[in-house]
């Protein structure tokens, strides 16, 4: 794998004008992007077209949940733009039925299991009986039955999904912040090169990149870190 290929920029800004600047500023630096919520609403899956057409690979963020019916033809309509990736929240029907639509095309199919912005206290005010170890280990082995191509999860996680599952998913982790970088709204986060080398496949990363004065120089600087893992 291009080493470049492991950081997942964010593009969560405000329109596809900021965006497009900010792929020109990262520039060959910069070769797999992610569009999420923020962006896609205003334009961002038209970009993320352009951006397939230019070689760079792309990761769709919506993190859809649905009936069966509505997952699956949703999912093949985002399956024709080409897209790298895309999320499903990791129900096991939801997985299944994204699956189904994606059968045929080049998209993987990444379980969310819980958001790094979430801890065992959140977990217990929405109803849940588990902690985040043992519901991440859950979503894991849930993710892997239903053929999903992988998980989204913390890195400190990553142990855990790896005795479930072994190598049978592609791990993929938010959360990620470099020595002295604000930590923000997440509660489980590890540096790039510690998630790297706790197994982690791809990492996302978006304000320690697109929220500094010198977005490349960060972008750099981590694959520097992680070049030497």
Not at 45 to 67: S, T
Not at 128 to 135: A, E, I, N, Q, R
Not at 197 to 204: F, I, M, N, S, T
């Amino acid at each position: 794998m291009d080493i470049r290929d492991r950081i997942i920029i964010a593009l969560d800004l405000p329109d596809v004008n900021a965006a497009r600047a900010m792929v020109q500023t990262l520039g060959e630096s910069g070769s797999f992007y992610k569009i999420g919520y923020e962006l896609a609403f205003v334009g961002g899956l038209d970009l993320a077209r352009a951006l397939i057409a230019a070689g760079k690979k792309v990761f769709i963020d919506l993190k859809l949940h649905d009936i069966p019916n509505t997952i699956e033809k949703g999912v093949g309509q985002i399956a024709g733009i080409g897209a790298h990736f895309l999320t499903v929240h990791a129900y096991p029907q939801t997985m299944a039925a994204a699956v189904k639509g994606a059968a045929g095309s080049s998209l993987g199919i990444l379980g969310v299991s819980v958001l790094t912005s979430m801890d065992d206290g959140d977990l217990a005010r929405a109803g849940y009986g588990m902690g985040v170890p043992d519901l991440i280990a859950r979503r894991a082995k849930q993710a892997y039955e239903t053929g999903c191509a992988g998980l989204i999860c913390s890195a400190a996680d990553i142990a855990n999904v790896r005795a479930a599952v072994g190598q049978g998913l592609k791990l993929i982790t938010p959360g990620i912040r470099p020595a002295g970088a604000a930590i923000g709204d997440q509660k489980r986060v590890m540096t790039p090169g510690e998630a790297i080398r706790a197994g982690a496949d791809h990492l996302v990363i978006g304000r320690p990149i697109t929220g500094v004065a010198d977005p490349k120089a960060a972008l750099d600087a981590i694959l520097a870190e992680i070049s030497g893992v």
